[in-house]
């Protein structure tokens, strides 16, 4: 396991792109936080990594479910399950084709699967004292590269 200290978004960005750039295909990343941990910068900082073009464009697919991003490493699968309401509706989207692919999907509100993600990287982010200040704490580091 590694932990990280953020003390602003630049640097839970920086986070994230410092997972992006070690991350090989196919992988799974579940994102545990609450609401305003920082999920989705973390989720740009990764795309940013991964070398999609305007990590910019990376924004929270809660009204979608799922967003795609190419990148110059794959297709960054971008999975936002806040507002799922039923178990149909993660099936509805295709999960198995996403986690059974090649490409790296990262799943925000991970708690909110019904079913357990083999060999996934599982993230958390956890808020601090201070308005910015996160701890992440990435589980499975080990199967990300260099």
């Keep these: 396991m590694a932990t990280y200290l953020s003390k602003s978004e630049?640097?839970?960005?920086?986070?994230?792109?410092?997972?992006?750039?070690?991350?090989?295909?196919?992988?799974?990343?579940?994102l545990f936080g609450g609401?305003?941990?920082?999920?989705?910068?973390l989720t740009r900082g990764i795309a940013a990594g991964l070398g999609v073009a305007d990590p910019s464009s990376v924004h929270s697919p809660s009204f979608t479910l799922v967003n795609q991003?190419?990148?110059s490493r794959g297709t960054l699968v971008h999975i936002d399950l806040y507002r799922l309401e039923t178990t149909r509706d993660l099936y509805s989207i295709g999960i198995e084709e996403f986690l059974d692919g090649n490409s790296i999907v990262v799943i925000e509100w991970a708690e909110k699967l019904p079913f357990?993600?083999?060999?996934?990287?599982?993230i958390k982010i956890h808020l601090g004292r201070e308005p910015d200040?996160?701890?992440?704490?990435?589980?499975?580091?080990?199967?990300?590269?260099?």
Excluded: C, N, W
């Design 133 to 146: 200040h996160r701890t992440i704490e990435v589980m499975g580091d080990d199967r990300l590269t260099g």
């Design 35 to 41: 609401l305003g941990a920082g999920k989705t910068v």
């Design 10 to 30: 630049m640097e839970t960005f920086q986070t994230g792109e410092r997972v992006g750039e070690r991350i090989r295909k196919p992988t799974t990343i579940l």
């Design 116 to 122: 357990a993600v083999p060999d996934a990287v599982v």
């Design 69 to 71: 991003y190419p990148s």
